[in-house]
């Protein structure tokens, strides 16, 4: 067997281990707890845990439908689908983040949905009746009252009880990302459904969001209050909280067709190259003026080079992806938070994540360098040796003393290690009968449905109540005028004067000045990049 066939194989013993650990010990509870060897879901004897999504509806599994199915693990997808057919309820008295369920559950379903049903997949089968569809929905809905207050929704809800009714500011708050990136999952519902609603509200949020970027930088950033369109944090980068606000721009315009999405996208990244973008890092930047406005960059952010390879920027992919490998190299895994002028761990620990898989996983499929499945092995043996337990595998809490958590988020399977099996599956669906589908942010599949084409943004235009907020640049300053009828005089004005405030009382940083840390990784950045341009 060649050594990318074993890696493969690897990749689907490390599936196998975790999916197994979890169906065993945990299931039908949402996650596993790798360390205890038992399930976690919400508990309502915590009523204080945040709880994101954690929603008693066997997450691990509805996340991993189609991880199974790309694995090609035909009887064990049929019998899941079957499973989660039979026992999943939303009808559960829990809060959830709107955004979290979204692209884990409703995303889940439907390119579950799609695998069952499309038989380019090779796992379809003909007595599937569209039962993941029929859950999609229920889901979706229960979702959507997230939008009753505002062209942009309510960070949570309770899935039985609806909205929950906003006690403090922070309440009326909520990331960019969370509010601007539902139109793949909504998106794909509608045209599967013929219901436009889902993907109006989401194209709408989006839109709102991307109309109250900074008139002078351009940027979007971190927070908005959905009463007002004022930003309450007025941070911008590509990492947590911001990240998959670009990639829906980008991938919209792939799933729905749409230049608009597009042309979105080709702003905004002009705009992040321009103010973010600080060799070798992507830095946080204040939205106002593009000035520095701390020294750490995050976990999140190692997603971007696989955008940047779909949008068809390649080397700029290779050099920021070298950059996350050399800090992965160092530590054998990334930071949640790594201080880029002290070249130190601001905040500890490796949660799983697939990011920078993701991006390893891109960049291979675009260049074919074997470089790219070297760094995949590395990843799969650090993970193997840190972070598997008897039962599945752990979060890591301590880089340096490698000290575990008992916590086994439902992405891991179902996007790093599906991207692990990717990089060395050449013969997957995906890259032959499926070539034309899309990954959502939690990299489920979706397909785009030329036959059920759908204008989306033709439709929010023509519905009478939003066409007025798509008409004007600061829509949401629109909506304060018109909510204000309802709300009477609000705050607005003090609160967005408080929010400056309190941003630009703090001393702005100025550009760091290279440390020799930094230095040390620019270097082993650039050496590298200049061999390879020198072969190529
Ligand atoms: C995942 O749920 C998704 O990738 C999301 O876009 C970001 N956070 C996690 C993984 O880190």
């Not at 979290?100 to 009746?129: C, K, N, T």
């Not at 920021?320 to 190299?329: A, G, Y």
Request: hydrophobic share 40%; net charge neutral.
């Amino acid at each position: 067997m060649s050594k990318k066939l074993d890696n493969r194989e690897r990749a689907r013993r490390i599936f196998n281990h975790g999916f197994n650990g979890y169906m065993r010990h945990a299931w039908p509870k949402d996650e596993l707890m790798p360390l205890s060897c038992k399930g976690v879901s919400h508990d309502p004897a915590l009523p204080d845990l945040v709880n994101d999504v954690l929603g008693n509806f066997s997450l691990t599994l509805i996340d991993n439908l189609d991880t199974l199915a790309l694995m090609g693990h035909r009887k064990q997808f049929r019998s899941s689908v079957e499973k989660v057919l039979s026992t999943v309820t939303f009808d559960q008295d829990v809060e959830v983040q709107v955004f979290e369920v979204s692209i884990r559950v409703l995303g889940g379903l439907l390119s579950g949905h799609l695998m069952a049903s499309d038989p380019r997949s090779g796992v379809s089968w003909p007595g599937y009746s569209g039962g993941l569809l029929r859950l999609a929905v229920d889901v979706a809905d229960r979702l959507i009252v997230a939008f009753r207050e505002s062209f942009l929704p309510f960070r949570r809800v309770n899935l039985r009880h609806g909205v929950i009714e906003p006690k403090t500011d922070d309440d009326w708050t909520t990331p960019l990302a969370g509010a601007g990136s539902l139109l793949l999952e909504f998106g794909q519902l509608s045209v599967l459904t013929g219901d436009p609603k889902y993907a109006i509200k989401a194209h709408v949020a989006l839109v709102a969001m991307w109309n109250q970027r900074n008139y002078r930088t351009g940027l979007p950033a971190h927070t908005i209050d959905l009463r007002f369109g004022n930003w309450t944090n007025y941070v911008s980068s590509i990492g947590g909280g911001m990240d998959s606000f670009y990639e829906y721009m980008l991938k919209c315009y792939s799933l729905l067709g749409h230049e608009e999405y597009l042309q979105m996208f080709e702003y905004s990244y002009d705009r992040i190259m321009e103010y973010t973008f600080r060799t070798p890092f992507f830095v946080n930047v204040d939205a106002e003026d593009g000035l520095l406005s701390s020294t750490w960059v995050d976990n999140l952010q190692p997603f971007f080079p696989g955008l940047q390879v779909l949008y068809g920027d390649v080397q700029s992919a290779a050099h920021n992806h070298r950059v996350w490998h050399t800090i992965w190299q160092h530590y054998k895994f990334i930071p949640e938070r790594y201080n880029i002028v002290n070249g130190t761990i601001e905040s500890d620990g490796w949660e799983l994540r697939p990011e920078f898989v993701e991006s390893t996983y891109h960049l291979y499929r675009a260049t074919k360098d074997p470089y790219y499945l070297q760094v995949g092995e590395e990843i799969m043996n650090n993970i193997e040796q840190h972070a598997k337990t008897e039962c599945g595998y752990a979060i890591i809490t301590k880089i340096k003393t490698l000290e575990r958590g008992d916590v086994m988020h439902s992405f891991f399977l179902a996007e790093t290690v599906k991207y692990l099996f990717l990089l060395f599956d050449e013969d997957n669906v995906l890259h032959n009968t499926l070539q034309d589908h899309v990954f959502g942010t939690e990299a489920h599949i979706f397909l785009p449905q030329w036959h059920g084409h759908m204008d989306i943004p033709h439709l929010a235009r023509t519905q009478p109540d939003w066409s007025f907020a798509m008409k004007h640049p600061l829509m949401l300053q629109n909506l304060r005028r018109h909510r204000e009828r309802e709300w009477g005089k609000t705050t607005w004005q003090s609160d967005r004067k408080r929010s400056c405030n309190a941003w630009g009382a703090k001393k702005r940083l100025r550009p760091p000045h290279w440390s020799g840390a930094l230095q040390r990784i620019r270097d082993s950045v650039e050496r590298p990049l200049k061999k390879l341009n020198a072969k190529s």
